[in-house]
């Protein structure tokens, strides 16, 4: 298509080349990230996932030679060919990425439109797209490839031998391997072959296409219908790496408040106010731990954004203010389309100042959905996602603590929003093709942008629909999932690729969204929940209750006991948020992320790492009382229910009856613990316990805690406190060096409670002096002043 290369040039960063048909230039962002641009619809524009991107090129050089365009940095070569073919080397010469160059054949599809009618009448669906590919690229596909990301996308943790469609899309209907496409449009995978891993992000947000090998064996693609050639090469060679790429592009979620890293109960709908009042009391005279309550649409007047219902919420400033004073935050729903109900004011609004998306003739575009007819706000539009933000204060004022955009995709009743429906995506007039999958995005940056503008912290925005960078704005939840077996099992490698992916703070329909659950599957979700970042029980109306205490004594026991081990490891869990800044590693990961090195992980879907120390292998199949769980190879692991200690690289036989989920421990691990409170903030927090796994053999690990206000940006500026924590092994001698911490952050520990795990301690020393210590069934116990700076002792 591009024909031959005539010239090329080199300003800063980028190169420019010219072809015959066409032009394209190969930007390097930093040295193992390289942009390959061309403009097949238009001159390039802004992107909508990646912003205020600082580019940290280093060195470039570049070559003519044998027709082809040669960039290097200290990281990568990329050769650029005729037809804007791309093959990318590391420095020693090893091939990565090579564009394919035999034929592009597809597979063929037997039968004929008369065998689909026939099968249509019975009931068969037949989906194959049929859209016209503008864009489409074709890699080389090695037999030994792995691919993960792309978002919550169904099926397995390994996506070859898959073909996925990005077009956020709401369906209800229960999701099952053969879905192509969900409500996230995360244009973004991993590659992994022969323990060297590299990702390719494709920023378009048109409808796009991923084919990794089930069209034909020899090659992978990525395809548009619409838009540039405009892709993102990032090398690890670390999955973690690429991953750290990835988000230093799109951006990374900002550390949220502690708060929203507790439980969270929801439900369509918690109406009228006394049921909502209910449920809060039942948690707090259950000693069931509780952060947070969601209202759903039916808290709204007539389904009016923005508005309460007098009838079933008559006194809903005060009810407010009662659930805060018993330590509930409350959560509101919001969705986009607004009533078209002339007098109500946000339409008024909207109409006055061209605020909503319009029909090709230039008249306000309405569907139905809840409220009825309605009007979409054109949240491409800067004006318009200020105007929306700004609206957030409506509901903080109200005494809301988040927000919750849901049918953001946009989805609507009244069939899908046509083809040219048009925006004003900051100047650039376009169509719904265009924005579609960048919808529930901007939503979510004005609710973002609106909640901090009100409140002066961390806002907490929950959204169903996404696209690439959403992150920095929203946690997301999975979306409409069913209480089904199937949908607990396919949640586990759902949540590990939006990790991947970059959404870091993900969760699901703790208990399943429709269907009834059972009080086995709630007890095995819980269990899955206790180790996500978002952790929400949700349910649909007209389904059966699923709160912890809904079932039986046996499945309220094992729901207080799991969601207690949450509260006793939120510091691990903000320590994770915290570190993901910087990172961009979620809570919930797969194994290869850590161990990239063990084949053996690479199509583990049923186990996944909480942070680097615990690795979980939760029961996910009805009746199941024992499993068989996988442990790493290069570190012994500690049962964190037992103690026992196993080598890893090998398989084990792992008991567990109803109340277990089996966790294992890294060796050497440190995890700190708080005491359980019914909500974050009851009690004031001036001991930290920490749970030390010793190192086997001779060896260093080092833990880094973190502790801030909770709520506040004042981290941003410097005020936190972090604290260093050494094990260092050395023959029977095991060290603790504490160090002394960053203290900005005005509460401090006034002491430290070490439980070591250990069958016995001998000659304890604290900052050499003689200290004291408890000892029980393979577990000692010493509290340590904040101003000690070592702890030493003999493992016998």
Same mark, same amino acid.
């Given at each position: 298509?591009?024909?031959?290369?005539?010239?090329?040039?080199?300003?800063?960063?980028?190169?420019?080349?010219?072809?015959?048909?066409?032009?394209?230039?190969?930007?390097?962002?930093?040295?193992?990230?390289?942009?390959?641009?061309?403009?097949?619809?238009?001159?390039?524009?802004?992107?909508?996932?990646?912003?205020?991107?600082?580019?940290?090129?280093?060195?470039?050089?570049?070559?003519?030679?044998?027709?082809?365009?040669?960039?290097?940095?200290?990281?990568?070569?990329?050769?650029?060919?005729?037809?804007?073919?791309?093959?990318?080397?590391?420095?020693?010469?090893?091939?990565?990425?090579?564009?394919?160059?035999?034929?592009?054949?597809?597979?063929?599809?037997?039968?004929?439109?008369?065998?689909?009618?026939?099968?249509?009448?019975?009931?068969?669906?037949?989906?194959?797209?049929?859209?016209?590919?503008?864009?489409?690229?074709?890699?080389?596909?090695?037999?030994?490839?792995?691919?993960?990301?792309?978002?919550?996308?169904?099926?397995?943790?390994?996506?070859?031998?898959?073909?996925?469609?990005?077009?956020?899309?709401?369906?209800?209907?229960?999701?099952?391997?053969?879905?192509?496409?969900?409500?996230?449009?995360?244009?973004?995978?991993?590659?992994?072959?022969?323990?060297?891993?590299?990702?390719?992000?494709?920023?378009?947000?048109?409808?796009?296409?991923?084919?990794?090998?089930?069209?034909?064996?020899?090659?992978?693609?990525?395809?548009?219908?619409?838009?540039?050639?405009?892709?993102?090469?990032?090398?690890?060679?670390?999955?973690?790496?690429?991953?750290?790429?990835?988000?230093?592009?799109?951006?990374?979620?900002?550390?949220?408040?502690?708060?929203?890293?507790?439980?969270?109960?929801?439900?369509?709908?918690?109406?009228?106010?006394?049921?909502?009042?209910?449920?809060?009391?039942?948690?707090?005279?259950?000693?069931?731990?509780?952060?947070?309550?969601?209202?759903?649409?039916?808290?709204?007047?007539?389904?009016?954004?923005?508005?309460?219902?007098?009838?079933?919420?008559?006194?809903?400033?005060?009810?407010?203010?009662?659930?805060?004073?018993? @330590?509930? !935050?409350?959560? &509101?729903?919001?969705? /986009?389309? =607004?009533?078209?109900?002339?007098? #109500? *004011?946000?339409?008024?609004?909207?109409?006055?100042?061209?605020?909503?998306?319009?029909?090709?003739?230039?008249?306000?575009?309405?569907?139905?959905?809840?409220?009825?007819?309605?009007?979409?706000?054109?949240?491409?539009?800067?004006?318009?996602?200020?105007?929306?933000?700004?609206?957030?204060?409506?509901?903080?004022?109200?005494?809301?603590?988040?927000?919750?955009?849901?049918?953001?995709?946009?989805?609507?009743?009244?069939?899908?929003?046509?083809?040219?429906?048009?925006?004003?995506?900051?100047?650039?007039?376009?169509?719904?093709?265009?924005?579609?999958?960048?919808?529930?995005?901007?939503?979510?940056?004005?609710?973002?942008? @609106?909640? !901090?503008?009100? &409140?002066?912290?961390? /806002?907490? =925005?929950?959204?169903?629909?996404? #696209? *690439?960078?959403?992150?920095?704005?929203?946690?997301?939840?999975?979306?409409?999932?069913?209480?089904?077996?199937?949908?607990?099992?396919?949640?586990?490698?759902?949540?590990?690729?939006?990790?991947?992916?970059?959404?870091?703070?993900?969760?699901?329909?703790?208990?399943?969204?429709?269907?009834?659950?059972?009080?086995?599957?709630?007890?095995?979700?819980?269990?899955?929940?206790?180790?996500?970042?978002?952790?929400?029980?949700?349910?649909?109306?007209?389904?059966?209750?699923?709160?912890?205490?809904?079932?039986?004594?046996?499945?309220?026991?094992?729901?207080?006991?799991?969601?207690?081990?949450?509260?006793?490891?939120?510091?691990?869990?903000?320590?994770?948020?915290?570190?993901?800044?910087?990172?961009?590693?979620?809570?919930?990961?797969?194994?290869?992320?850590?161990?990239?090195?063990?084949?053996?992980?690479?199509?583990?879907?049923?186990?996944?790492?909480?942070?680097?120390?615990?690795?979980?292998?939760?029961?996910?199949?009805?009746?199941?009382?024992?499993?068989?769980?996988?442990?790493?190879?290069?570190?012994?692991?500690?049962?964190?229910?037992?103690?026992?200690?196993?080598?890893?690289?090998?398989?084990?036989?792992?008991?567990?009856?109803?109340?277990?989920?089996?966790?294992?421990?890294?060796?050497?691990?440190?995890?700190?613990?708080?005491?359980?409170?019914?909500?974050?903030?009851?009690?004031?927090?001036?001991?930290?316990?920490?749970?030390?796994?010793?190192?086997?053999?001779?060896?260093?690990?080092?833990?880094?805690?973190?502790?801030?206000?909770?709520?506040?940006?004042?981290?941003?500026?410097?005020?936190?406190?972090?604290?260093?924590?050494?094990?260092?092994?050395?023959?029977?001698?095991?060290?603790?060096?504490?160090?002394?911490?960053?203290?900005?952050?005005?509460?401090?520990?006034?002491?430290?409670?070490?439980?070591?795990?250990?069958?016995?301690?001998?000659?304890?020393?604290?900052?050499?002096?003689?200290?004291?210590?408890?000892?029980?069934?393979?577990?000692?116990?010493?509290?340590?002043?904040?101003?000690?700076?070592?702890?030493?002792?003999?493992?016998?």
């Amino acid at each position: 298509m591009f024909g031959k290369i005539k010239y090329y040039e080199v300003k800063d960063n980028v190169v420019s080349i010219e072809f015959e048909h066409g032009q394209a230039t190969v930007t390097v962002a930093t040295p193992s990230i390289i942009n390959f641009f061309s403009p097949i619809s238009s001159e390039r524009r802004p992107s909508k996932a990646i912003e205020n991107l600082q580019p940290a090129p280093g060195e470039i050089k570049t070559d003519f030679a044998g027709g082809q365009v040669l960039v290097y940095t200290s990281q990568l070569k990329a050769v650029v060919a005729d037809n804007f073919i791309v093959d990318i080397y590391d420095l020693t010469g090893n091939l990565l990425c090579a564009d394919y160059r035999g034929e592009d054949r597809p597979f063929v599809r037997r039968g004929t439109g008369n065998d689909l009618d026939i099968a249509a009448e019975e009931g068969h669906k037949f989906e194959a797209e049929q859209a016209a590919q503008k864009i489409r690229v074709l890699k080389q596909l090695q037999p030994d490839s792995y691919f993960y990301g792309l978002g919550d996308k169904t099926g397995h943790l390994n996506k070859r031998g898959y073909h996925y469609k990005m077009w956020n899309t709401d369906n209800p209907e229960p999701h099952v391997e053969s879905f192509e496409s969900l409500y996230k449009s995360i244009p973004f995978f991993i590659a992994l072959t022969k323990k060297t891993a590299y990702g390719i992000f494709f920023d378009n947000s048109y409808k796009t296409f991923f084919d990794f090998g089930k069209e034909n064996s020899q090659y992978y693609s990525f395809s548009a219908v619409d838009g540039n050639l405009d892709y993102y090469f990032i090398y690890g060679p670390s999955a973690k790496e690429v991953v750290g790429g990835y988000t230093f592009l799109t951006g990374r979620t900002p550390l949220p408040q502690l708060w929203t890293l507790g439980y969270q109960q929801s439900r369509w709908s918690y109406a009228p106010e006394k049921r909502l009042e209910e449920i809060a009391d039942d948690f707090r005279e259950k000693g069931i731990p509780c952060d947070v309550l969601y209202l759903d649409i039916d808290y709204m007047d007539g389904y009016r954004v923005f508005t309460w219902d007098d009838k079933k919420f008559p006194d809903h400033e005060q009810m407010l203010k009662r659930l805060k004073d018993k @330590g509930f !935050k409350v959560v &509101t729903i919001i969705d /986009p389309g =607004v009533k078209k109900d002339q007098g #109500y *004011a946000i339409y008024d609004q909207g109409v006055k100042n061209h605020y909503f998306a319009t029909d090709k003739d230039g008249l306000p575009y309405v569907n139905r959905v809840w409220p009825g007819d309605a009007l979409y706000p054109d949240f491409a539009n800067q004006r318009v996602r200020k105007w929306w933000a700004e609206n957030q204060k409506i509901l903080v004022d109200h005494g809301a603590a988040g927000v919750w955009n849901d049918m953001n995709e946009p989805a609507s009743f009244n069939g899908p929003l046509p083809d040219d429906v048009q925006f004003n995506n900051d100047g650039h007039l376009t169509d719904h093709r265009e924005i579609h999958n960048v919808y529930g995005h901007y939503m979510s940056k004005a609710t973002y942008e @609106g909640i !901090k503008a009100a &409140t002066n912290k961390r /806002p907490f =925005v929950i959204t169903r629909a996404a #696209y *690439a960078g959403t992150q920095k704005y929203s946690t997301v939840w999975t979306g409409d999932n069913q209480s089904l077996w199937e949908h607990l099992r396919m949640s586990l490698p759902m949540l590990m690729n939006l990790g991947l992916s970059g959404l870091a703070f993900s969760g699901t329909d703790v208990g399943g969204f429709g269907f009834d659950a059972t009080a086995e599957l709630l007890s095995r979700w819980v269990q899955v929940g206790t180790f996500t970042a978002l952790f929400r029980n949700h349910s649909s109306v007209f389904t059966r209750d699923q709160e912890p205490w809904a079932f039986d004594p046996q499945t309220e026991s094992i729901n207080r006991k799991y969601i207690r081990l949450r509260y006793r490891l939120l510091p691990y869990f903000y320590d994770i948020m915290h570190a993901e800044e910087n990172s961009g590693l979620a809570m919930i990961r797969p194994l290869l992320l850590d161990y990239q090195d063990d084949e053996a992980v690479y199509e583990i879907n049923d186990e996944f790492m909480s942070g680097s120390n615990l690795l979980v292998a939760p029961v996910v199949a009805q009746g199941q009382k024992a499993r068989t769980v996988y442990l790493p190879k290069g570190n012994r692991w500690i049962d964190y229910w037992t103690q026992e200690v196993f080598q890893g690289g090998q398989y084990i036989a792992k008991q567990a009856p109803l109340d277990t989920c089996p966790i294992y421990v890294k060796e050497g691990s440190t995890i700190p613990l708080y005491p359980v409170q019914n909500y974050v903030g009851e009690k004031q927090i001036t001991e930290l316990t920490l749970d030390i796994y010793p190192l086997t053999s001779d060896g260093q690990s080092l833990y880094e805690h973190y502790r801030d206000d909770g709520e506040s940006f004042d981290y941003r500026d410097g005020i936190y406190n972090l604290y260093n924590f050494r094990q260092i092994r050395k023959g029977d001698q095991l060290t603790i060096q504490i160090s002394e911490p960053t203290a900005q952050y005005a509460q401090q520990y006034d002491h430290f409670q070490f439980v070591i795990h250990a069958k016995q301690v001998m000659d304890l020393k604290i900052d050499g002096q003689t200290g004291d210590m408890a000892q029980s069934e393979g577990v000692v116990t010493v509290t340590v002043p904040s101003r000690a700076r070592e702890v030493s002792l003999h493992l016998a």
